[in-house]
């Protein structure tokens, strides 16, 4: 008790790093807070260091179209611990331009609306498998029956990987993308192992399509692109994980988050079994009010001004999506809510804003409306039967477990 009163104490209250706020969701009055009292404001110390914090919607807008100011690459995109000493992978999310524009054209093939609309046939019939092998009426765990399997179904399907381990991409990639496990030394070991697992599995598939006629799916497309051949193991390994990581969680969240929000929101829920034509709006409107990822983060390459605040070269800035897309000067008073028929919902800031903003963001917004599609075919009710569990982390904004019923409607 006595540790817990002085830790209590030592932290700056607008300190939104502290991973309890996001597992016990009491992050929302925190942030409310930062918003009307300090939108950009230095915290000195966190288990991150010291960061600019941006809770409010335009300086994140203006930090992310000034990429060349606010460095992906200069300290990491993501609030990081100073002990890590994890294997670090090179990937274009953590790039600055040149690099980071010719190896993100060699993966937007793979994003364009014909491919979407390819990929929508096999993700329709797998969604509609995975729904009609639930039980009715009768308790299960909505996140790892539905929303991770349809997840990893759905990446399984974009790098046409075999399909009888595709629960080994979901295991690689929460053992990857987790930035809470390297708190622990064993666990930071444990994951190196599992990168190198990763990396001999996928240098497998890699021989196997390196001399075969080129085909649709990812990996084929990032081996016969012009960018990607000129890349050594290490970066290839490293922009292939990305995709998987980051499709991994956020799609997966989007989709345990929809479900808890159609529960809380009965009115929502009702607009939406009503009218069909909604759907797209929702799955805008979910990516806003769930925003899977809390944070990104950048560091500025010179000294600077940033809507009057001094920045040093060097000062670490994270820029807070979770909060920005509870902004009331955007979303209205209102914000906090979910509603199925926003006006605005598609300005949220969940995929990020300029040269790195989402590259998978059609494909996250197909999944999730073919989900709500499905349901509504099967005329499926969604009833959370207790609080879920979340994941204690400011970067991932999710769910471990939830349990639901399913009814008819
Ligand atoms: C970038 C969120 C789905 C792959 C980003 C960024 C955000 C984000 C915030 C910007 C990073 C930055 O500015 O530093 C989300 C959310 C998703 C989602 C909320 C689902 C609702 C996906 C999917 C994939 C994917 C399905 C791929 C299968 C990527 C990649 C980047 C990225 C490769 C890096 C883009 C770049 O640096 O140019 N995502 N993502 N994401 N995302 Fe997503």
Not at 104 to 132: C, G, K, N, W, Y
Not at 238 to 261: E, Q
Request: aromatic share 10%.
């Amino acid at each position: 008790m006595a540790t817990l009163a002085r830790d209590v104490a030592a932290h700056d209250p607008l300190d939104v790093s502290r991973a309890e706020l996001y597992r016990d969701d009491v992050w929302q009055p925190v942030f409310a807070r930062a918003r009307s009292e300090a939108p950009i404001h230095y915290v000195e110390d966190s288990e991150f260091g010291p960061y600019w914090s941006l809770s409010t919607y335009k300086p994140i807008v203006e930090v992310e179209s000034l990429p060349d100011l606010y460095s992906s690459e200069k300290g990491g995109f993501t609030l990081t611990r100073p002990v890590e000493n994890g294997v670090t992978m090179p990937m274009f999310i953590g790039r600055d331009r040149p690099i980071h524009t010719a190896q993100r054209r060699t993966v937007a093939p793979a994003f364009t609306p014909s491919e979407m609309q390819r990929l929508s046939v096999d993700i329709r019939r797998r969604t509609a498998e995975v729904l009609d092998a639930l039980p009715w009426h009768s308790e299960f765990d909505w996140v790892d029956t539905v929303s991770i399997e349809l997840t990893t179904q759905m990446l399984a399907i974009l790098f046409d990987f075999p399909w009888k381990d595709r629960r080994k991409l979901t295991e690689w990639s929460d053992w990857m993308g987790d930035i809470e496990l390297f708190r622990d030394e064993g666990l930071r070991q444990k994951r190196l192992e599992k990168v190198y697992e990763a990396g001999a599995y996928f240098k497998r598939l890699w021989d196997a399509k390196v001399d075969a006629e080129p085909t649709p799916d990812l990996i084929s497309m990032m081996i016969h692109s012009d960018a990607m051949s000129h890349m050594d193991h290490n970066e290839f390994m490293g922009n292939l994980i990305l995709l998987i990581v980051g499709g991994n969680d956020t799609t997966r969240n989007t989709m345990s988050g929809l479900v808890y929000a159609l529960d809380r929101f009965p009115e929502s829920r009702a607009k939406l079994e009503a009218d069909r034509a909604l759907i797209p709006n929702t799955a805008s409107e979910i990516i806003r009010w769930q925003t899977p990822l809390a944070h990104m983060a950048r560091t500025a390459t010179q000294d600077t001004q940033l809507h009057g605040h001094r920045i040093r070269e060097g000062d670490k800035i994270a820029m807070w999506y979770i909060s920005a897309n509870r902004d009331r000067e955007v979303f209205g008073d209102d914000a906090d809510d979910f509603v199925v028929d926003r006006a605005n919902a598609r300005r949220h800031l969940a995929f990020g804003h300029g040269i790195h903003r989402c590259v998978g963001a059609r494909l996250a917004e197909l999944q999730v409306g073919i989900l709500m599609e499905e349901m509504a075919e099967r005329r499926m009710r969604v009833n959370v039967l207790r609080e879920p569990e979340r994941v204690a982390a400011c970067f991932v904004h999710g769910y471990r477990r939830m349990p639901v019923e399913i009814t008819r409607y």
